[in-house]
């Protein structure tokens, strides 16, 4: 009876002190989560010298490069991308393109040539901007032509390409989004 007694002790001590740790265990990881969440707050800064371009985006984002991509493709995306197959069916991405334009073409006549192939996507407003001291102009559109799923397409162009900066209206993240945008540079 003394030796079940002397384990029961032991086993009590024994989780009291396993408890004990993991509560402590626990805290610092809550801890650290709250030290992350305003490491979240940092940029970090990507370059692409190839096609010319570079933008700051949050450090707890991810980007995706296309290497193979002829037009410099690039999808910075928050954690919360949901995808069916290839496409994202829901969540925060920004997707950054440098195409390589005419030497004749302005982004007046470019965008008017894209305005021609794609007769099936509603433009629901459209407004000239200044982008870090380039002119721009900034579209909100039907996503895949409907016009109840906004997104938002900039573009502006450079003496050899036009950029198209892309994502969806998402009120969620708009303080995210509007710095990645107005953190994007032609170099």
């Given at each position: 009876?003394?030796?079940?007694?002397?384990?029961?002790?032991?086993?009590?001590?024994?989780?009291?002190?396993?408890?004990?740790?993991?509560?402590?265990?626990?805290?610092?990881?809550?801890?650290?989560?709250?030290?992350?969440?305003?490491?979240?707050?940092?940029?970090?800064?990507?370059?692409?010298?190839?096609?010319?371009?570079?933008?700051?985006?949050?450090?707890?984002?991810?980007?995706?490069?296309?290497?193979?991509?002829?037009?410099?493709?690039?999808?910075?995306?928050?954690?919360?991308?949901?995808?069916?197959?290839?496409?994202?069916?829901?969540?925060?991405?920004?997707?950054?393109?440098?195409?390589?334009?005419?030497?004749?073409?302005?982004?007046?006549?470019?965008?008017?040539?894209?305005?021609?192939?794609?007769?099936?996507?509603?433009?629901l407003s459209?407004?000239?901007?200044?982008?870090?001291?380039?002119?721009?102009?900034?579209?909100?559109?039907?996503?895949?032509?409907?016009?109840?799923?906004?997104?938002?397409?900039?573009?502006?162009?450079?003496?050899?390409?036009?950029?198209?900066?892309?994502?969806?209206?998402?009120?969620?993240?708009?303080?995210?989004?509007?710095g990645i945008?107005?953190?994007?540079?032609?170099?």
């Open positions: 009876m003394k030796k079940v007694l002397l384990i029961a002790a032991f086993l009590i001590v024994g989780l009291t002190a396993s408890a004990i740790l993991t509560n402590a265990a626990f805290q610092a990881s809550e801890e650290s989560k709250s030290a992350d969440n305003s490491a979240t707050n940092s940029l970090k800064e990507y370059s692409n010298p190839e096609f010319g371009y570079k933008f700051q985006y949050p450090s707890d984002w991810s980007i995706y490069v296309s290497q193979a991509s002829p037009v410099g493709h690039v999808k910075i995306s928050s954690s919360n991308l949901n995808f069916k197959g290839d496409k994202v069916t829901s969540g925060t991405f920004v997707e950054v393109y440098a195409m390589a334009k005419q030497d004749s073409a302005t982004l007046d006549s470019w965008l008017s040539e894209l305005d021609q192939k794609n007769t099936d996507i509603p433009i459209e407004e000239a901007i200044d982008l870090n001291g380039l002119s721009a102009v900034k579209r909100v559109v039907g996503t895949l032509g409907d016009a109840n799923v906004p997104s938002f397409d900039i573009y502006l162009e450079s003496e050899n390409r036009i950029y198209e900066i892309a994502g969806p209206q998402d009120i969620a993240v708009q303080n995210e989004l509007e945008i107005n953190s994007f540079q032609i170099q």
